[in-house]
């Protein structure tokens, strides 16, 4: 792409005026000097974690032909021959440029997001599967992964950084895509990360304490989400949870009329969906909307999930609907696609087989409101005589307000707890194991297990569970890592997956009951 045509009306200010920017031409734009290529336009901001403009001298050697960058003193490497751009506002401008870029791919899709602290990803990828059920190719970029449409890959980040976004898009068009769910963190909102793009739907889930080590302020991280609303198109729907007490500062940001949601049938709300009865293996839930009530049995429980269905279905039918879908065929499509939803990995994800006496669940809640949902849906369904165990910790070089809180609700909403690391990155994991039993009550502290090394705290609490007991290892999910600290002031990262430690767990607990001797009906 010319550059000429790229910055035209962009509003950047050329540091270098005497170039004729209508022989230069751009062939990619970076934000990683590693992956500059001659002919590349890097991006050279100041982050949260590094400058960019440090690297400004290898980018250029790697042949990088144009430079934008948030500074007005920076300096170039003697006979260097690039342009250089500075904004104001680096972040939004790199996600204009990168659309122009690509061509603008967010116009060609039914742009849908979801935000929230806890909930994104399961309403992302239910409200895939539902959009793909009517023959609606969709893609998707979440926590867990990103489908564009041809394969699905592992995702490193919640909302990828705006050339990215930009360019999995534009590879999501190429693959027959017309819609796209994504998650959209307060990060990226914060950062301009999809300042670009306008969304058909938006969806607001919730709001708890977390990554105020980044926001600092509930306030700043409640405005963050907020800004999604600003990005709707005029004609999009706003599916908001108003059962959540930040609702009203989303439905203040709504430049249009919002779906006020809750799971309960009330005169606030628009739309609603009901529980009429629930076990660990589902829920047969009633969905009503001002257009339509589906009844449905699905493969899912706990309430948190039925407002996380309704949600989804609501996203999905805006995405139906401007696929000139009618109402009927929505029903339809709908009504066959519910009863075979799945829930994405790491999400109260049974661990356990048949042949197990006890079930384990492992689940991403990494959060006090998220680990409440979590303990609390298991109860709904297992009765006051089950015995619920959690396995928990909280991740180093994070939000350290939520430590006790979460303390507090495993202490409150479980049976037994064992406390373990969860990424204590460069933190020592018994401050923060320490830190976690603040909130738990002092009268039950003692009985809490303490194990710093989260294998062994897995296997201690499968192995010494009753028969008929319910296990749920929180806090990692899908993830399938473990940062610790290096000894030297860094961290260490190692493979690790809750699952496959739980399963060995349960195995060798087999081997144990297996190798017990029967006692003889009617003797000792």
């Known amino acids: 792409m010319i550059l000429a045509d790229l910055i035209q009306d962009s509003g950047l200010r050329c540091l270098t005026p005497d170039k004729n920017l209508g022989a230069i031409r751009i062939c990619d734009i970076t934000e990683d000097s590693r992956t500059a290529v001659p002919g590349s336009l890097f991006i050279a901001r100041s982050g949260t974690r590094s400058d960019g403009n440090k690297y400004i001298e290898p980018a250029i050697q790697c042949g990088t032909v144009a430079i934008l960058t948030d500074r007005d003193d920076i300096e170039l490497p003697p006979r260097s021959d690039v342009v250089v751009f500075v904004s104001d506002n680096v972040q939004e401008a790199t996600a204009q440029l990168a659309e122009r870029f690509y061509g603008y791919p967010a116009r060609s899709l039914l742009c849908a997001g979801v935000t929230g602290t806890n909930g994104k990803t399961t309403i992302v990828h ?26 699905r890959a592992r995702a490193d980040m919640t909302t990828p950084p705006a050339v990215e976004m930009s360019r999995t898009l534009s590879t999501m068009i190429e693959h027959g895509c017309k819609a796209v769910v994504m998650e959209v963190s307060s990060h ?15 969806a607001f889930t919730n709001l708890s304490g977390d990554h105020l080590d980044y926001h600092q302020t509930l306030e700043h991280y409640t405005n963050s989400k907020s800004r999604l609303f600003s990005l709707l198109k005029p004609n999009a729907t ?86 000139n879908l009618n109402i009927e065929e929505q029903v339809a499509y709908l009504s066959k696609a519910l009863p075979r939803l799945t829930l994405p990995m790491g999400r109260l994800e049974h661990v356990e087989t048949i042949e197990d006496d006890i079930v384990v669940l492992v689940d991403f809640a990494h959060t006090d409101d998220a680990l409440a949902s979590a303990l609390g849906a298991v109860r709904d369904v297992s009765g006051r005589d089950t015995n619920i165990c959690c396995v928990f910790g909280c991740g180093g070089n994070r939000d350290t307000s939520k430590r006790a809180r979460m303390g ?114 009617g003797k000792p």
Not at 131 to 148: F, H, K, N, P, Y
Not at 260 to 270: A, G, H, L
Not at 421 to 427: A, F, M
């Open 126 to 151: 239910l409200a895939h599967q539902l959009i793909e059920s009517a023959g609606i190719r969709c893609g998707l970029i979440g926590t867990v992964e990103i489908d564009d449409g041809r394969q």
């Open 238 to 323: 706003a599916v908001i949870n108003a059962d959540d007490d930040a609702s009203s500062i989303m439905f203040d940001a709504c430049p249009n009329t919002a779906v006020k949601i809750s799971c309960s049938n009330t005169n606030t709300s628009d739309s609603y969906v009901e529980i009429r009865s629930q076990s660990i293996a589902g829920m047969d839930i009633k969905l009503v909307t001002s257009e339509i009530t589906i009844e449905a049995v699905v493969p899912i429980f706990g309430r948190f999930n039925a407002m996380n269905i309704l949600q989804a279905m609501l996203l999905a039918q805006q995405v139906m609907s401007t696929s």
């Open 408 to 521: 507090e609700v495993a202490d409150r909403l479980s049976d037994s707890i064992v406390i373990t690391s969860d990424n204590p990155r460069t933190e020592p994991p018994n401050k923060i194991i320490e830190e976690i039993i603040n909130g738990i009550d002092p009268s039950n502290r003692s009985s809490a297990h303490i194990q710093s090394d989260r294998a062994r705290a897995i296997h201690f609490a499968i192995s010494n569970a009753a028969s008929g007991d319910i296990v749920i290892i929180a806090g990692k999910g899908h993830e399938t890592e473990q940062i610790s600290p290096d000894g030297q002031g860094g961290t260490r990262v190692a493979h690790f997956d809750d699952r496959e430690h739980a399963r060995t767990a349960l195995r060798e607990r087999r081997l144990r009951r297996s190798d017990q001797p029967e006692i003889e009906a």
């Open 188 to 202: 990226a909102l914060d950062q301009r990360r999809v300042g670009a793009i306008k969304f058909d739907a938006g």
